[in-house]
């Protein structure tokens, strides 16, 4: 209230007066006289408490009020201008000054109106401080007590009728803050109130605004710090019903009490749940005597709702749960086996009848690419038919069949088969590391970098694995039907269908993994010698060959015919592979060494 900062103390002068204002020395009076002759001026009360009159003399109108001024003032005149009419107004007011002191924040002598009461005051000298009383503001004049401002009543309650006005020399004395108390929680106003007279709970509530909606008034705590000794609760109830034993219904409130409201419990208990397939899901209202048909009506249900198999999941007394199933078209028709009488805190879930359409993916080189809604047990050729068919361009032979179901299984499959090459080629590392021992600096550095490739190999082929690829043999929609390769299509199936290639991809453990341009009637040699050859660390048994429809062929590699868009694999050595040559040299100095000292000895004896 008093914390914004005043930017001059300078007095009032444009404040209407009351016909209630005291007159005193340096107040202005301004007189006009008007009818046959006019005049007029401005007359100030001088130290004597006079204002000098025309005609009239000396007239004293210190310590009258401004109403009796103006009566005394056309009666003197009234004598000196009969039949003249007079008006009084007040002109320039004069200042006072008074002084402020105690527990405020800019205490001192302060120049203000003499229309100032105790209240503007404070605010030129920004409020009590936090130590200031707000209850026990006195006015001191001339040696004696005018009165106590309790500044709760304003503040609380915009009553300023003890507001008392000032007169030059008044002092203001704010005196340390009386005994105070606590309140919070559910409350309007919560905070620190001082307090005056006899104070129970229920006047502290009133002061902080009162208690919220949610406060609960059977238990409002009061915490009490006792004499040299520990603090203490005391449990009221503010309620009529007296239901909380022998809880006191008000107490009086001591200096350094804490009161604090709690809320009510935030939970609900006459609710039942309804969620699924209805048009309103959410919290409903448990009437008395309800049932299940009618809390779900007909027109409250989707279209798409299951209405043969509503479940009622109900919370049995020993917390486990029980789950109903009821036929709710049966309900409607009043059988009272499936027209459940409903309790609180039930979950009735009526399940959707609706399955989202299965779809699948062409892409490529068909006549009209897309994503296709497929029926049940739908086949390929279908689809084909749907889509137009083939381009002209389309290879089939490389088409990629790629299914959701099939690439969860291969990606199980596959982290467990780069797992275990990583744990064989760590069992590796180990088994060199005890024999580094006899290998110079170098070869183990160079061994430990042949390592560390082969584990990226065996990563980098992981990451090229097409994973969910079906091998199909694919061919015109008419021709497929009714084949072996005509399969029934899931959700989430995708069918490339890439044009012709014309190379020949030779990937893995060779010094140029590359494209290669095909050449009929070339063999695997061809192809891997146009890649740089085989490097040391290749599996030269483990090449195989990746054709284009996602079958892989293994064995005699060499032998089998290469098509276009074909891939070759040359996959790395997982075999440990060490250079024992120098730890046999050095076994070797070790055993000559030992045959030498046999020797030695054999001569000696």
Same mark, same amino acid.
């Given at each position: 209230?008093?914390?914004?900062?005043?930017?001059?103390?300078?007095?009032?002068?444009?404040?209407?007066?009351?016909?209630?204002?005291?007159?005193?020395?340096?107040?202005?009076?301004?007189?006009?006289?008007?009818?046959?002759?006019?005049?007029?001026?401005?007359?100030?009360?001088?130290?004597?408490?006079?204002?000098?009159?025309?005609?009239?003399?000396?007239?004293?109108?210190?310590?009258?009020?401004?109403?009796?001024?103006?009566?005394?003032?056309?009666?003197?005149?009234?004598?000196?201008?009969?039949?003249?009419?007079?008006?009084?107004?007040?002109?320039?007011?004069?200042?006072?000054?008074?002084?402020?002191?105690?527990?405020?924040?800019?205490?001192?002598?302060?120049?203000?109106?003499?229309?100032?009461?105790?209240?503007?005051?404070?605010?030129?000298?920004?409020?009590?401080?936090?130590?200031?009383?707000?209850?026990?503001?006195?006015?001191?004049?001339?040696?004696?007590?005018?009165?106590?401002?309790?500044?709760?009543?304003?503040?609380?309650?915009?009553?300023?009728?003890?507001?008392?006005?000032?007169?030059?020399?008044?002092?203001?004395?704010?005196?340390?803050?009386?005994?105070?108390?606590?309140?919070?929680?559910?409350?309007?106003?919560?905070?620190?109130?001082?307090?005056?007279?006899?104070?129970?709970?229920?006047?502290?509530?009133?002061?902080?605004?009162?208690?919220?909606?949610?406060?609960?008034?059977?238990?409002?705590?009061?915490?009490?710090?006792?004499?040299?000794?520990?603090?203490?609760?005391?449990?009221?109830?503010?309620?009529?019903?007296?239901?909380?034993?022998?809880?006191?219904?008000?107490?009086?409130?001591?200096?350094?009490?804490?009161?604090?409201?709690?809320?009510?419990?935030?939970?609900?208990?006459?609710? %039942? !749940? *309804?969620? $699924?397939? &209805? /048009?309103? =899901?959410?919290? #409903?209202?448990?009437?008395?005597?309800?049932? +299940? @048909?009618?809390?779900?009506?007909?027109?409250?249900?989707?279209?798409?709702?299951?209405?043969?198999?509503?479940?009622?999941?109900?919370?049995?007394?020993?917390?486990?749960?029980?789950?109903?199933?009821?036929?709710?078209?049966?309900?409607?028709?009043?059988?009272?086996?499936?027209?459940?009488?409903?309790?609180?805190?039930?979950?009735?879930?009526?399940?959707?009848?609706?399955?989202?359409?299965?779809? %699948? !993916? *062409?892409? $490529?080189? &068909? /006549?009209? =690419?897309?994503? #296709?809604?497929?029926?049940?047990?739908?086949? +390929? @050729?279908?689809?084909?038919?749907?889509?137009?068919?083939?381009?002209?361009?389309?290879?089939?032979?490389?088409?990629?069949?790629?299914?959701?179901?099939?690439?969860?299984?291969?990606?199980?499959?596959?982290?467990?088969?780069?797992?275990?090459?990583?744990?064989?080629?760590?069992?590796?590392?180990?088994?060199?590391?005890?024999?580094?021992?006899?290998?110079?600096?170098?070869?183990?550095?160079?061994?430990?970098?042949?390592?560390?490739?082969?584990?990226?190999?065996?990563?980098?082929?992981?990451?090229?694995?097409?994973?969910?690829?079906?091998?199909?043999?694919?061919?015109?929609?008419?021709?497929?039907?009714?084949?072996?390769?005509?399969?029934?299509?899931?959700?989430?199936?995708?069918?490339?269908?890439?044009?012709?290639?014309?190379?020949?991809?030779?990937?893995?453990?060779?010094?140029?993994?590359?494209?290669?341009?095909?050449?009929?009637?070339?063999?695997?040699?061809?192809?891997?010698?146009?890649?740089?050859?085989?490097?040391?660390?290749?599996?030269?048994?483990?090449?195989?060959?990746?054709?284009?429809?996602?079958?892989?062929?293994?064995?005699?590699?060499?032998?089998?015919?290469?098509?276009?868009?074909?891939?070759?694999?040359?996959?790395?050595?997982?075999?440990?592979?060490?250079?024992?040559?120098?730890?046999?040299?050095?076994?070797?100095?070790?055993?000559?060494?030992?045959?030498?000292?046999?020797?030695?000895?054999?001569?000696?004896?």
């Amino acid at each position: 209230m008093f914390s914004s900062p005043v930017s001059t103390f300078a007095p009032v002068m444009d404040v209407p007066v009351g016909p209630d204002y005291i007159l005193g020395p340096g107040d202005d009076l301004a007189i006009n006289i008007y009818g046959a002759m006019e005049s007029g001026g401005v007359r100030t009360v001088d130290r004597n408490g006079q204002i000098i009159l025309p005609s009239a003399g000396p007239l004293r109108v210190w310590g009258l009020s401004f109403s009796q001024v103006e009566r005394l003032i056309r009666e003197q005149l009234s004598r000196s201008y009969p039949g003249f009419q007079t008006n009084v107004t007040m002109g320039r007011l004069r200042t006072i000054r008074v002084y402020v002191v105690g527990e405020v924040c800019q205490p001192g002598s302060f120049t203000i109106s003499s229309l100032a009461t105790v209240t503007n005051a404070l605010f030129a000298v920004g409020g009590p401080l936090k130590l200031g009383s707000l209850r026990n503001v006195q006015l001191k004049r001339n040696h004696h007590d005018v009165g106590t401002v309790d500044l709760y009543d304003f503040l609380l309650r915009g009553d300023k009728t003890t507001d008392f006005r000032l007169e030059s020399g008044d002092t203001i004395f704010v005196p340390p803050v009386g005994p105070v108390a606590a309140v919070e929680g559910e409350i309007k106003r919560p905070g620190i109130y001082e307090l005056k007279g006899t104070t129970k709970v229920t006047d502290l509530i009133e002061m902080a605004g009162g208690v919220m909606p949610q406060s609960y008034l059977k238990r409002v705590q009061l915490i009490r710090s006792k004499l040299n000794a520990e603090r203490e609760v005391i449990d009221i109830d503010l309620t009529d019903s007296g239901s909380n034993g022998d809880a006191p219904k008000d107490a009086l409130v001591q200096n350094g009490d804490l009161v604090r409201i709690y809320p009510t419990d935030p939970r609900i208990y006459n609710t %039942i !749940t *309804l969620v $699924g397939a &209805v /048009k309103h =899901p959410g919290e #409903y209202e448990l009437r008395r005597g309800m049932r +299940l @048909s009618q809390l779900v009506r007909h027109e409250a249900v989707l279209p798409e709702a299951y209405m043969d198999r509503v479940e009622v999941a109900r919370l049995r007394e020993d917390l486990t749960t029980e789950v109903m199933q009821l036929d709710l078209r049966q309900a409607w028709e009043g059988d009272p086996k499936h027209d459940l009488s409903l309790k609180a805190r039930d979950q009735i879930t009526i399940r959707s009848g609706y399955r989202t359409p299965w779809k %699948i !993916t *062409l892409g $490529g080189e &068909v /006549k009209r =690419p897309g994503v #296709y809604t497929i029926q049940q047990a739908e086949r +390929l @050729s279908s689809v084909l038919k749907r889509a137009g068919g083939l381009t002209d361009k389309a290879f089939p032979k490389g088409a990629v069949f790629t299914r959701v179901t099939v690439q969860e299984v291969e990606k199980r499959r596959l982290d467990d088969f780069v797992r275990d090459h990583e744990q064989r080629l760590l069992s590796e590392a180990s088994g060199l590391t005890l024999v580094s021992s006899g290998l110079n600096k170098e070869e183990v550095t160079a061994l430990q970098a042949v390592l560390t490739q082969r584990r990226e190999q065996v990563r980098l082929l992981a990451s090229k694995v097409t994973l969910g690829r079906v091998v199909i043999r694919l061919d015109d929609p008419e021709k497929l039907e009714g084949a072996s390769n005509d399969l029934i299509l899931e959700d989430g199936d995708s069918l490339t269908i890439p044009q012709k290639p014309a190379t020949v991809l030779v990937m893995g453990s060779v010094r140029n993994p590359t494209g290669v341009l095909h050449q009929e009637n070339m063999d695997a040699e061809y192809y891997l010698n146009r890649s740089g050859g085989l490097t040391p660390e290749a599996d030269q048994k483990g090449v195989y060959l990746l054709k284009a429809d996602g079958s892989a062929l293994t064995g005699f590699v060499k032998l089998r015919q290469i098509e276009p868009g074909d891939v070759i694999i040359v996959p790395p050595s997982t075999e440990a592979k060490f250079q024992w040559l120098p730890l046999l040299k050095d076994l070797a100095t070790i055993a000559g060494q030992v045959a030498l000292g046999l020797a030695g000895l054999a001569a000696i004896f």
